[in-house]
């Protein structure tokens, strides 16, 4: 008699519960034509001084920070600072799942039939960055995310993120 297929299980690291493991949904398809661009964003302290950064190479980058911020906020500004730079089809790689789930799994679509709130009906936080961000995406309709290990021995993710550090600690 054959043996039932058990998904394999991982413990949680706050409450040590054992939670069946989802299977990580599939890439966003990249548009046809697009250039990856790569993003990160750092902060000291959270909250505290922070910075983002983006490239599309070694030669072709951008960094920017905030005084008082977090790292959140950062990781979304650098994605958004991007896309406006960056003209063209499109593929953003970040290392934060925040924002590539926010458009690969449609949050925000959630966030708009809900009036700007989560599921959880509260305020979407960083609204102020959310909003324009997702009216440029819908406007351009050729940006697609794609998520990236940080802290990994990526290159790009690893310059990028070196960029951000130095803007949170030039603000």
């Not at 070694?58 to 991007?82: D, H, K, P, V």
Request: hydrophobic share 40%; proline share 6%; net charge positive.
């Amino acid at each position: 008699m054959p043996t039932a297929r058990r998904t394999p299980a991982r413990t949680t690291r706050t409450t040590g519960a054992t939670r069946a493991r989802r299977p990580r949904p599939a890439d966003m398809a990249a548009p046809e034509g697009a250039v990856e661009v790569f993003t990160d964003g750092a902060c000291a302290g959270n909250p505290g001084p922070g910075g983002w950064a983006w490239a599309r190479d070694e030669q072709a980058y951008a960094s920017g920070g905030e005084r008082a911020s977090t790292n959140q906020r950062m990781e979304i500004r650098a994605a958004l600072e991007a896309v406006r730079a960056n003209p063209g089809p499109l593929v953003v790689v970040s290392d934060s799942t925040y924002v590539v789930n926010c458009f690969r799994d449609r949050w925000w679509q959630g966030w708009l039939e809900r009036g700007w709130t989560n599921s959880a009906r509260k305020p979407v936080a960083n609204r102020d960055l959310w909003e324009p961000f997702v009216e440029l995406y819908v406007e351009r309709g050729d940006v697609a995310f794609r998520w990236v290990k940080g802290h990994s021995g990526h290159a790009m993710n690893d310059f990028v993120d070196r960029l951000a550090v130095a803007a949170s600690k030039a603000v």
